[in-house]
Each structure stands twice: as C-alpha cells, then as structure tokens.
C-alpha cells in the first residue's frame, strides 16, 4: 500500500486523482499536516505493509497562511490548531510565505522519517499559481471521509459538490480532523460541511461523529449528512 499525505485545498481535487489507484491511501487535513495525522497513519502503517509515503503539499496554502498569521500576531486560534499545527513553526526562522511552505513541506517529511521507519518517504511542493485551478460557481463546501478508494471527481458528484468548490478531510478518527474543520469554518468561511460515510458500516460510527462535530461549531454552518454505497 502506498500513502499520500496531502492538504484539504479544493484546488488539489483534479491533481490527487492522478494519485488514485486500487493500492492508494489518501489523507488530507489543513496543511498535509502529518502532526496531526499522526494516529491514523500509525495506524495504517501497523496494519497494512506501506511501501512507500509521499507528502504532497503546495504553494499558496491557506493553512500557512493561518500559521503566519498567528506567529505575526494578526490572530489567535484555539489550542488545538495551535498544538496540532501551529506549534511545529513557533521556534523557527522563515521570512516569506514561500519559505514558510518549504519550511513545512521538509518538517513533515522528517516527522514521517521519525514515524515510518524503513519505508520510502518522498515529496513535492505541487505549484498551485503555475498550474491554476478554476473558481468554483457556488460557494465552497467541506467534505469529511474515512479514507477511500472514491476519485474526487466521483466524490464530488456523489455530495452535489463541485471538484473546485469542495475541501477535503480524511482520516481515521474525528478528533484528528476536528483542528482541521475548525480552520475550515472559521478561517476559510466554509458554511457547509458534509460527513460522508462510504462504507455501510461507518453510516453509525460517523453519524455519530456528526453529532459531535454539531455540539462544538460556531456561527452558521450547515450539516449534511451522505451515505455511499459501492
Ligand atoms: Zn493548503
């Protein structure tokens, strides 16, 4: 199995789906944050043989943007976008946002060298402003999954979504996603979260997880519920 660490960014959708094959894994939060995936990829690492890890993350995030906001002190976030991502950036020297994306992009890959023993660790930092992604028409949307095998054209079609409209979360527990639908909602605007179950017997253990996720939002956000079935 080969993992592919990445960020929520709508923009990404078209370029992950080259990603996808039958032995693919995808994870994404705010950032391809790898802190704060780091139980669902100990996880996956255990129980399956991972040949190979590959960090992808790009220029013009706005998880980066939120992590230099806060260190220049523009804003405050909560503790636990500040311990889940924030904190990693809080003692190092970095003078542009171009620098703060390279600066992210070689922490993960030493975090997972720390986590993955043997296994192969490649990256890349994908150019958002060299290969530009259309605006959405609607307003944008965040979908939360376990992991999959759905494409993100798929996926996109499945929630009534649009492919450059739509943020993606994925991991193995709500916890570890929850830093991420804050930023989302909150930093991004995002109004419209959607819990996406695509395997029947999640439909109980992330129905569930919406209802958690619902006792904690702020402010006007839409829950939606979806049920796949393949
Ligand atoms: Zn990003």
Redesign the pocket.
Known sequence: MKLVIS???RR?NSYLDTYVDNDTVILRN???NVNGLKSTIRRLINDNNVSEIRLV??T?????NVVNSVLSGKITVSDSVYNSLVSQFADKKFSSRAELEQLNEKLQVELLHSMAGEIKITSELYDLNRNPVPESKGEHMLAYTRPNEYRYDELTSEIKGEMNGTYFVHSLTLDEAKPDLEIATKNLGIRDLVFVATKSEQYREMMLDMDRAKMVSEGDVHFRFVKLMR
Do not use: E, S
């Open positions: 960020c929520m960014d990404l705010a950032g391809a993350a790009h013009d995030c706005g998880a980066m």
